[in-house]
């Protein structure tokens, strides 16, 4: 098994989907010569989030399936937006989700080859320079009903045309001033193929180009030569880009270059989460959130952050599967896969968040006893642990009633339980302030039920975690849940702002005691705290001052909140 193969539940044998038919088909036909060589494109403009992953995931997937590779390629073809701070968050989240390009590119790698064939639609007849400005361009583009108006500069000379594009690159003009459009059909009936811009003027620094050049290639004349430069053999994209396969075609058609192909897929839509960059740069830019890699976000840094596993993403990739319609999947789905991953490779370990004072008055004072405990009962191999039991414990104040209902199994007057790894105790007498606030309980434990073996057969139901007050460790623990209320936080009543729907308790940060075996955990290990949830080491975290992100809960407790 490869360190990219599923190693969560029972994948089992899955119908082909449709690419992996197209891949097959063109394998057996002895297109490109039996070769698969696929890509991912991303633009250097924000962090990749979940749908990236799902992408990654896909044409990583295809091509390590078939025996292929893939490139990995810089879309920065537009420097006011790019930065050098993404394209290396973009290479850590790719390594990080188990993946290796075969080789690395930029889009800027091309401009020169890029500029030359520009030159040589010019000279064909297939483009020329345009002086009107984005505003006239698109009123003149017509409508879905009605052809569009032809620039009165299209049928400039061969000659003019190259002059001005020359000009163009040499940074006579102004922003604006000019672009270099497609010569195709102004009636088309994919508007898309309306004399499309290929160039633009930016006079802006580049983060790989520095100013060696003002004008920039438009996404739809770079992408598909730049596949052809590559000799990609299958360009895999979201739906959203099937309209632009007719322009994809075209450049490569006309300019007799080496015939990438495109082919979509269904783009990742999650219920509870927006994935536009821009919409996930405003949460940062406004402080909404503490950064990309806030474990909130969809951004695979944010989910690394909260817990995450590479493992439980793939997990999710395989699951959601490859459609060729846009559909809704819910966040549960991902919850789950990790819950499942986690169960399987997170040590156990007891920690109380809403700590309620336990004295055991029949304990000997000053006593302490070293517990046995299972690190995890999935993973015999992960061996056993000491956990010190002493006179005075914390336990969840959650797990104590004073006049509780029929069917609560905790601990309440008169009631015994029984603590993990430790003792059946009884609860014997309530504390109290002066405010009438339950300060402490007295109890008292029987000796002879150590491990929570019954002694003589009688049943307890409670099993409750616990720690030890005297050697507990203080620590910040931050539970996160969804950043947005609705399942749907892009469908907002119209004039209102679309972070209406932000949830006001999506983080709630409290102070809780963990067992001292957490003292010298490391960022980004994973834990069970039993009973509680999955939990993970933040990078905020220091010996002195540990802190832990919920990653998940045990259950999908939203779901029941939500009526599901």
């Known amino acids: 098994m490869t360190e990219n193969e599923l190693t969560i539940g029972d994948s089992g044998e899955r119908p082909k989907n449709f690419l992996e038919e197209i891949i097959e088909a063109d394998i057996k036909a002895g297109k490109h010569g039996g070769k698969v060589l696929t890509r991912f494109p991303p633009e250097p403009n924000g962090y990749l989030h979940i749908g990236h992953a799902k992408s990654i995931c896909l044409n990583f997937g295809l091509a390590q399936k078939y025996g292929g590779k893939t490139n990995l390629r810089f879309d920065d073809t537009n420097p006011v937006k790019e930065d050098v701070e993404y394209v290396n968050s973009i290479k850590e989240d790719i390594r990080w989700l188990g993946f290796e390009w075969a080789n690395e590119f930029y889009a800027s790698d091309y401009f020169e080859q890029l500029y030359e064939w520009a030159e040589e639609l010019i000279k064909k007849g297939l483009a020329y320079v345009d002086d009107q400005t984005q505003e006239e361009i698109r009123k003149n583009r017509g409508t879905v009903t009605q ?73 739809d004349y770079a992408h598909g030569q730049s596949d052809s430069i590559e000799k990609i053999t299958h360009s895999i994209c979201t739906l959203e880009f099937d309209v632009h396969r007719p322009l994809y075609d075209w450049f490569i058609e006309k300019l007799g270059i080496f015939p990438s192909k495109q082919y979509e897929f269904a783009r990742l839509n999650l219920s509870y989460t927006v994935m536009s960059k821009r919409k996930l740069l405003e949460l940062v830019q406004q402080k909404i959130v503490m950064g990309w890699d806030d474990p909130r976000m969809p951004t695979i840094s944010g989910l690394r952050r909260r817990g ?35 169960n399987k490779r997170a040590e156990r370990r007891m920690a109380v968040l809403n700590p309620l004072k336990v004295v055991i008055t029949n304990y000997p004072e000053g006593q302490v006893e070293e517990l046995e405990a299972v690190n995890n009962p999935e993973d015999e191999s992960a061996g056993k642990r000491k956990v010190p039991f002493s006179r005075e414990i914390y336990i969840e104040r959650d797990d104590f009633m004073e006049n509780p209902p029929k ?57 409750l975690h616990w720690v030890s007050a005297t050697h507990a460790v203080k620590a910040e623990i931050r539970l996160f849940d969804r950043l947005f209320s609705s399942p749907d936080p892009n469908n907002v009543p119209e004039g209102q702002d679309w972070k209406v729907n932000i949830n006001p308790d999506s983080l709630k940060v409290i102070e809780g005691y963990v067992e001292p075996a957490l003292k010298d955990v490391k960022h980004l290990d994973k834990f069970q705290f039993e009973r509680l949830g999955y939990f993970c080491v933040d990078y905020d975290s220091t010996p002195d001052h540990l802190v832990f992100n919920r990653t998940v809960t045990l259950k999908d407790t939203w779901a029941k909140i939500a009526g599901k």
């Open 147 to 219: 052809p569009g108006k032809e620039s009165p500069w299209r049928n400039r000379s061969v000659e003019e045309n190259l002059d001005l594009f020359r000009r163009m690159r040499a940074g006579e003009f102004n922003d604006g001033e000019k672009v270099l459009r497609a010569k195709i059909d102004m009636a088309h009936p994919n508007m898309l193929m309306r004399d499309p811009i290929m160039y633009r003027i930016i006079h802006a620094e580049h983060h790989r180009t520095g100013n060696k050049w003002c004008i920039y290639p438009m996404y």
């Open 308 to 342: 995450y596993t590479p493992e439980s993403i793939r997990y999710f990739a395989d699951k959601v599967g490859v459609a060729k319609r846009d559909n809704v999947i819910d966040l549960s789905l991902l919850e789950f896969c990790v819950r499942e991953d986690l």
């Open 407 to 463: 069917k609560f199994f905790r601990l309440a007057p008169g009631k015994e339980v029984r603590l993990r790894y430790a003792y059946f105790i009884k609860c014997d007498e309530v504390i109290k302030d002066e405010n009438g606030e339950i300060v402490e309980l007295r109890c008292s434990y029987d000796p002879a039920s150590r491990g929570g073996q019954s002694p003589d057969g009688r049943k307890v139901k409670g099993t």
